[in-house]
């Protein structure tokens, strides 16, 4: 203690031991300086021992100050000796040091100059607490010599020195824990994560701001957090009671529960909040029962609406996720994935996800899968599977390897359920192959079995038996469309009911039916199918009070030697057919090579044929008909040329029967028509009179198109009278019978229009047609004149015919007249014009001008 510290601490007493001792030594001293000694022995005795005591006092007391200083300076802490008052009566070597001022700045004054921030009246607590007997403890702010200040903890105990009590004050530097809190604070405050601080009760102690903004708690976080507002669930939205909570499980556990997902319902607001928190127990010093409970926790409400919106999205369009990890052994699936491949809740392998699909999808997955880990190639596959309940499902699956990383073990990708779609497909795939009317299959349906079979060489023995009914046309003109289709559904039942099990049956067109069997084992098997289905139509349908026949004409081709592909094998077959009706319909036919040849000039001749029109390749030749008696023309007859560019020079008879095949007949004959009445018009223009000109016209003209009406019109445009024309028809016309062709005939008739039945005594020949027509008159064939007068049968006909001529008035004309024997036969037996190689061929029009001048010359017609 210095000089200035015991002057102080003086003025809290009034006696100085030292002047005590010096005064006890000075009256010893003079009591020895003066003998005899004035005192008593006894009393000297006493003073030497109250000296000596006091000195022993004092050396003890300095001895206790030595001690009470060096203990004093070796507190590391600023420790200060305080007055009743507050002023400081002493202050040890780290407070000097702490404050940063000299021993005499402080000691002796108010308090205040080290915290001149304490409020006037700040001892009165800290006396009230002492006066208790307890310590009291405050954080303040001291300051330094410098002006700097720093915190401190200030531990306050009170004593009495020499009577008057005192306060020895402990300052603890904070300076480092509060920089180290404050840090902690900083970090509280200002990170996004909520930090919330629970009790072993699950009260809560404390949030930081981000808590109170998470969770919505405004200023009244005590009353917002009160736990009865709250529902809290697990992450599918099971309500969590509190013993299942994280925090629980920490508090529980002691240890560190990560990233949770759990969702909080505030009833009062009815506000859903979802978070990811992770609970981290928090022990006492010396504890091992964790007694606090922090849990760090974020908002993950708009990521978990997104992903449910997501999952929603995904299930809705079937699709699902997966990740497979061959280096963990680990496939991920999402919820609908799951679904799709009928996969339970338990972490699968993806050898359970390749269990479900078909063994051969199966092995393109894994070699996908393969593909994608080594060489990194995406893949995009359609595969087939099975459910466990059985149902099978059909799956598009999308992968690759994760983006980035080469060393990746990881494929991740999609996969959608598409099993609507494949059976949609499926549906479709058997509508394609169905044809709708029938139900049996349709062209392309049995355009692909065939050809299956054919490429399977233990089949490649195959038949194929093409069906055609006959005149099923007239039946749809006359019986409408609704009886045809009828006709057809019932046709293609008899064909099936006939052919059995035996072959395949499909409708190939319109009225065509296909039916493809083996011809391996036996070969006559297509030829007693055929006979089978021409039995099976032979009995009439009935359609309502109608009866009506249909026949079929049958062709065959036998693979491979008739064709190794379907096209040529059904072609051939086609060719047989069609063979089979020209010579006889209600039949069948088996394929032979010069079939197809005619078959080949056929179609080379209808592809030519299509062009002549419009190449100008036609022209007319006119064969003079001539009186038989007087040898004067008395009409023409207009016989069709086509000098092809392709094919040279074709007589009629080689195009004519294609051209009505094909339908071209029609448009041929428009321009007959036309090229005729030009040319009547041209000679009369010459001045050769009006000469009769006879066209053929084919039925197909007849079924097509309004023929008076094209008639009368081409008339009209060339100024020629009904008279100039004359039409030649064959009976099949009369076969056809189309509703129409009675009319025809009439109208034009009425018109003046010469109607005659061409090549009379060849065909049909029902004489109940030829009194229903009105028509003018026959021209007897040239195959009966051919052999005349010799041959007796021909002699016959023509006599009957020329017998039933004159029977129903109609007029005569002998064709084919070549000799003068037949002229004269034919003279006798009363047929009165001719046409023949006796008189002319079909001579160009100017040739037959110049005859027909002659003849004008001679004797007008
Ligand atoms: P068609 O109407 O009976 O014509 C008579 C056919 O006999 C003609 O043959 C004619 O050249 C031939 N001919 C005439 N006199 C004799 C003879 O003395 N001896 C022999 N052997 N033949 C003779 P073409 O011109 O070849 O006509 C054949 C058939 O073609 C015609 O027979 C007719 O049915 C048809 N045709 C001709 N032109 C047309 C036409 O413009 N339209 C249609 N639809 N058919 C036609
Ligand atoms: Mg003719
Ligand atoms: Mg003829």
Request: net charge negative; hydrophobic share 40%.
């Amino acid at each position: 203690m210095n000089a200035a510290g015991h002057a102080a601490l003086d003025a809290t007493h009034d006696v100085d031991p030292e002047a005590v001792l010096a005064a006890l030594e000075a009256a010893l001293a003079i009591e020895a300086a003066h003998p005899p000694h004035p005192l008593p022995a006894r009393a000297r005795e006493l003073l030497r021992q109250a000296r000596d005591a006091l000195h022993q006092a004092l050396a003890e007391g300095e001895s206790a100050r030595l001690r009470y200083h060096a203990l004093f300076d070796a507190v590391p802490d600023p420790v200060s000796i305080l007055s009743e008052s507050g002023i400081v009566l002493d202050l040890n070597r780290a407070g000097i040091r702490a404050y940063g001022r000299a021993r005499g700045d402080i000691v002796g004054q108010p308090i205040e100059t080290l915290n001149p921030d304490l409020p006037p009246d700040h001892l009165k607590p800290v006396w009230e607490t002492l006066n208790r007997g307890e310590t009291y403890v405050i954080e303040v702010t001291n300051m330094r010599g410098d002006g700097s200040r720093f915190p401190v903890e200030v531990h306050s105990a009170g004593f009495v020195h020499a009577g008057r009590p005192c306060i020895v004050a402990v300052a603890r530097d904070l300076s480092g824990r509060w920089q180290a809190e404050s840090r902690y604070r900083l970090l509280l405050e200002s990170i996004d994560k909520g930090v919330v601080l629970l009790d072993r009760d699950l009260a809560l102690v404390t949030a930081n701001p981000a808590a109170h903004r998470i969770l919505g708690f405004d200023q009244d976080l005590a009353e917002r957090a009160g736990l009865e507002h709250w529902v809290i669930v697990d992450e599918h939205g099971r309500p969590l009671p509190p013993d299942q909570w994280p925090a629980a499980h920490s508090l529980r556990s002691g240890q560190i529960v990560p990233s949770t997902t759990i969702g909080m319902h505030h009833l009062p607001s009815d506000r859903m909040l979802w978070l990811s928190a992770t609970t981290v127990p928090v022990f006492s010093s010396g504890r091992d029962q964790a007694d606090h409970v922090f849990v760090l926790f974020s908002d993950i409400t708009e990521l978990k609406r997104d992903s449910a919106l997501f999952d929603r999205a995904q299930s809705l369009a079937h699709i699902g996720g997966w990740e497979w990890d061959r280096g963990r052994r680990q496939l991920y699936l999402t919820e609908e994935t799951r679904r799709i491949v009928d996969l339970g809740a338990e972490a699968p392998d993806m050898d359970a996800l390749l269990a479900h699909l078909r063994g051969e999808d199966r092995r393109r997955l894994e070699a996908a899968l393969e593909q994608a880990l080594e060489r990194h190639a995406s893949f995009d596959l359609e595969l087939q599977g099975q459910r466990g309940d059985g149902r099978v499902f059909w799956i598009r699956i999308i992968g690759e390897v994760e983006p980035g990383n080469h060393a990746s073990t990881r494929v991740a990708g999609t996969l959608q359920d598409i099993t609507e779609r494949k059976q949609a497909e499926e549906t479709l795939r058997v509508q394609a192959r169905t044809d709708p009317l029938t139900t049996i299959m349709n062209r392309d349906a049995i355009l692909g079995e065939l050809e299956a079979r054919l490429e399977e060489p233990a089949h490649a023995q195959v038949a194929v038996l093409y069906i055609d009914l006959d005149r099923f046309k007239t039946v749809n003109d006359v019986l409408g469309h609704g009886a045809g289709d009828e006709l057809l559904v019932r046709t293609a039942q008899r064909i099936a009911l006939a052919i059995g099990t035996e072959g395949l049956l499909a409708r190939f067109g319109g009225d065509e039916f296909l039916v493809v069997c083996d011809a391996g084992s036996d070969p006559g098997q297509a030829p007693k199918l055929a006979e089978a289905i021409l039995a099976a139509l032979a009995r009439p349908f009935r359609f309502g009070e109608e009866e009506f026949s249909i026949s079929a004409s049958i062709g065959i081709a036998y693979a491979p030697g008739d064709g190794q592909r379907p096209q040529q094998l059904i072609q051939n077959a086609d060719i047989a057919m069609y063979d089979c009706k020209r010579r006889s319909r209600n039949a069948w036919q088996v394929f032979s090579p010069d079939m197809a040849q005619k078959q080949q000039d056929r179609l080379l001749i209808e592809t030519q044929l299509r062009r002549a029109l419009d190449n100008g390749e036609f022209r007319l030749a006119y064969q003079p008909q001539v009186d038989l008696r007087h040898g004067t023309v008395v009409a023409a007859e207009a016989l069709i040329r086509w000098q092809s560019h392709q094919l040279g020079e074709l007589r009629p008879d080689l195009f004519i029967g294609h051209a009505e095949t094909t339908g071209d007949i029609v448009r041929i004959g428009d321009w007959v028509l036309r090229e005729a009445c030009r040319q009547a018009r041209e000679w009369q223009q010459q001045g050769l009179g009006v000469v009769r000109v006879a066209i053929n016209v084919s039925y197909r003209q007849f079924v097509a198109e309004d023929l008076a009406e094209k008639v009368r019109e081409t008339l009209a445009e060339f100024g020629l009278p009904g008279s100039a024309l004359e039409l030649e028809f064959t009976e099949r016309v009369l076969i056809e019978d189309a509703p129409a062709t009675l009319r025809t005939f009439a109208e034009l008739r009425q018109m003046g229009v010469v109607l005659t039945i061409d090549d009379f005594g060849e065909g049909y020949s029902a004489l109940n047609y030829l009194r229903r027509l009105p028509i003018h008159g026959l021209k007897l064939s040239q195959l009966f004149v051919e052999g005349v007068p010799g041959n007796r049968s021909d002699v016959a006909v023509c006599e009957a015919v020329s017998g039933i001529a004159r029977s129903l008035g109609l007029g005569l004309v002998a064709e084919g007249v070549e000799s003068e024997a037949q002229r004269r036969f034919l003279l006798e037996l009363g047929v009165p014009v001719g046409q023949g190689f006796l008189f002319a061929p079909g001579l160009p029009p100017d040739e037959f001008a110049r005859r027909l001048g002659a003849a004008v010359r001679r004797a007008p017609l």
